[in-house]
């Protein structure tokens, strides 16, 4: 059984190396051999799945070494693979989704002339993401990351002839390498602490450690799971992420790259249980970003921008839960595989309606869609309703527990979190509500005839079904989940649970969250339903303004970081010219200087020759009698 | 008489010489100078000679007046095809190395 766990890499990689490097003559079944290795992957992983399911739960972990990849002394790196409940999970989710999406892919690019090219890169994406959620250790772990990276920057970039699009691979490209540069010093500090970095002995290991060494360790693992996972202060790249083509968008940066960080943070959760300092940076940063996300979701006319900030809100729950230790990881991961499903769905959807109106992005041009597109309707409508967690539905459970075990974090802290847990779902179905309203109800608000005219349609069954399958994931996924906490049972092993005791009952916490939902939509149904939606944006208040503007994140950036690296560069310059270049230049200027003067002597007049030599000897028949006489 | 009012003369025929080589332009007239700062020399290397009682500086006033004669048909020799090219004399107008 332990072969598989290669293959379950092998697939897609071999997918990437035949597709890119391939050539034209894979054009037209390209990108059925993709989705065939996607799927593949997805096979070997229900496969293993089954029989991870026939053994005991401690038994469970399974581990495949591959190859030693650097041997240095006593520096081992191996490529070695770990497959526990968690990583399980992910390849689930991954391998899933992801073949879906292919599938979907499939006819949403059908008019691309670089589709293969596409299919190459998306399966690139899947060995890089399985890579990173398999690996034994932190440096095979860096490995993967560095992968969805690059996948990311070429899947945002696909479109490379729009400016917006190549500007948007290079953001989110040079965002997340400040990230990566924090998880590069996490592992550096892992080797010096713990002279390996394989998952086992580090995370075994923590006692021996310093506490101020395991802050430092968590707060660097945090700084690379805020820049893969776009929370604060490193969230300003995926909204213009939403450059990319839209199943990108919905896999890498909505279901599966984004989550990453959950991963990196859950894994380590050793590493951060030691460390409460660094525990509550975390929570800090996943309800900053749970409400700064949402309040950029709010202000967005762009679907997929709106959907982003939606993104960028939902990960904050599942990095606040992290943070809050054995009582929130299983949720984290919990909200991440719905979040997956129902996100993933919600982009597809958002595809779906762009594909039946020319590519148009902007809501205030929708309105009144679902009589042209049922089943996108009512996909995105099922998506809908588990992302505000309308009860029963997937995102009801997982983010019910979320907001409960930040209750349950005790004190100040868990009611400042809780309270801001709850904020966060009132505003989620604020402006999810809003993005319904405005792309499936009220008038239609398009142009019908004329050069600008649409023609709404619904999509080919190649895409509609992965919505379809993806909706009965999003509805049903939350009781599968919550039956018997079957889900948190299956985690248990990794993750070591604890039940957080919230300073209310259950129910109180659960009426609140639907009292939270029920004001979120009726604030979005009476401002969008009721009245009617002007087709060109008002000029709003000055927090619409600031959040249409991602709340000056881009300002922000600008001017603390873009400007003083300007001037620092211009600096540097200046100084090369000046200073480097100067002295150069000034020693050959002086010598060459030196020498015109010198060339006048030589006039080519034979008696000034003459008087030279003539003064020379001279002076010397001088200093020879003035010697003599001295 | 005392020999060093040779040498007085002597200095005083190379100082001449010397003057002339600096002053004048004409070629011939250089040429003549230069003549006499050799002979200047010829004269004091003979005083000397007489001097010191042995015949060295005689010597080596035969060889001067040989290499002399030797310069004298080189120096001659350019001057005359230096004059059939340029129809002039004058030292100022060979500043150039080619024509």
């Not at chain 1, 989705?35 to 469970?60: H, K, N, Y």
């Not at chain 1, 060494?213 to 707060?219: D, E, F, P, S, Y």
Request: charged content about 15%.
């Amino acid at each position: 059984m332990e072969a598989l766990i290669g293959l379950l890499v092998g697939a897609p990689l071999l997918g990437a190396a035949v597709l890119l490097c391939g050539g034209r003559r894979l054009d037209r079944t390209g990108h059925w051999l993709g989705t065939a290795l996607a799927a593949a992957s997805f096979v070997i992983g229900l496969i293993l799945f089954i029989d991870m399911l026939g053994r005991e739960a401690e038994q469970r972990a399974m581990h495949q070494h591959l190859f030693s990849w650097i041997p240095v002394a006593d520096f081992r790196a191996d490529v070695a693979f770990q497959l526990d409940q968690l990583s399980m999970t992910f390849v689930l989710l991954i391998t899933g989704v992801g073949t879906l999406i292919h599938l979907y892919s499939v006819g949403y690019m059908e008019h691309d002339e670089r589709r293969r090219r596409f299919f190459g890169y998306l399966n690139l994406f899947l060995a890089a993401m399985l890579l990173l959620v398999l690996a034994d250790n932190y440096l095979l772990l860096y490995f993967g990351w560095e992968g969805v990276g690059l996948a990311s920057y070429l899947l945002i970039g696909f479109w490379q002839h729009k400016t917006s699009a190549a500007t948007a691979s290079k953001k989110a490209f040079l965002v997340n390498r400040v990230g990566d540069i924090g998880l590069a010093i996490a592992v550096m500090l892992m080797f010096t602490t713990f002279g390996t970095f394989t998952f086992g002995p580090v995370l075994e290991s923590t006692g021996a450690a310093g506490e101020g060494k395991l802050t430092a360790i968590g707060l660097m693992l945090l700084l690379a799971a805020c820049g893969k996972s776009a929370q604060v202060p490193l969230q300003s790249w995926l909204g213009d992420a939403m450059e990319g083509p839209t199943p990108v968008s919905a896999l890498i940066h909505a279901a599966t790259m984004v989550t990453a960080g959950i991963y990196l943070v859950v894994r380590s959760g050793a590493i951060f249980n030691a460390s409460p300092d660094a525990q509550l940076v975390v929570v800090t940063v996943g309800a900053v970003t749970l409400l700064y996300g949402a309040i950029v979701g709010c202000a967005k006319d762009d679907i997929k921008k709106a959907l982003a900030g939606s993104t960028m809100s939902q990960i904050g729950y599942m990095m606040l839960a992290a943070g809050l230790g054995p009582i929130g990881y299983a949720f984290a991961i919990m909200h991440l595989v719905t979040h997956g499903f129902f996100k993933a769905g919600l982009f597809l959807g958002a595809g779906s309606v762009m594909h039946g109106m020319n590519d148009d992005v902007d809501m205030r041009k929708y309105g009144g869609l679902r009589k042209y597109m049922p089943v996108t309707f009512v996909t995105f409508g099922l998506g809908y309703l588990a992302i505000i967690g309308f009860p029963g539905l997937s995102g009801f459970f997982s983010k019910d527990m979320i907001i409960e075990a930040a209750f349950a974090k005790g004190g100040a802290q868990g009611w400042i979190l809780g309270s801001c847990a709850l904020l966060g779902a009132a505003i989620t179905a604020y402006y999810m509500t809003r993005v319904m309203i405005l792309t499936f109800f009220g008038p239609e608000r398009w142009s019908k005839e004329g050069p600008d005219a649409r023609h709404p349609h619904e999509s080919p069954k190649s895409m509609t079904i992965p919505m379809i399958v993806l909706a009965v994931g999003s509805v049903g996924a939350g009781f599968v989940f919550d039956l018997n906490e079957s889900f948190v049972h299956w985690l248990e092993p990794v993750t070591a649970l604890e039940h957080g005791h919230p300073p209310m009952s259950a129910m109180t916490i659960t009426a609140g969250t639907v009292v939270a939902l029920l004001i979120g939509v009726g604030t979005a149904w009476a401002q969008y339903g009721r009245r009617p939606v002007p087709v060109q944006a008002p000029r709003g208040s000055l927090l619409t303004r600031a959040a249409r503007r991602d709340l000056l994140q881009d300002d922000f950036n600008h001017v603390v970081l873009v400007k003083p690296g300007e001037y620092l560069t211009r600096g540097l310059v200046y100084l090369d010219h000046k200073v480097v270049d100067g002295f150069v230049n000034g020693t050959a200027a002086s010598f060459g200087g030196l020498s015109g003067r010198m060339r006048r002597v030589q006039n080519g007049f034979v008696r000034s020759y003459a008087v030279s030599m003539f003064g020379g000897a001279v002076l010397l028949l001088a200093a020879t009698l003035l010697m003599r006489a001295v | 008489m005392n020999p060093v009012n040779y040498l007085y003369l002597a200095a005083l025929l190379f100082a001449i010489g010397a003057s002339g080589v600096l002053v004048r332009r004409n070629a011939i007239v250089l040429f003549m100078s230069v003549e006499l700062m050799l002979n200047a020399c010829n004269l004091a290397l003979v005083t000397f000679s007489r001097m010191h009682g042995n015949l060295d500086g005689q010597i080596v006033a035969f060889f001067t007046m040989v290499v002399a004669a030797a310069e004298v048909v080189v120096g001659l020799a350019i001057i005359v095809s230096f004059f059939r090219s340029r129809h002039s004399a004058s030292v100022d107008d060979a500043s150039l190395m080619k024509l």
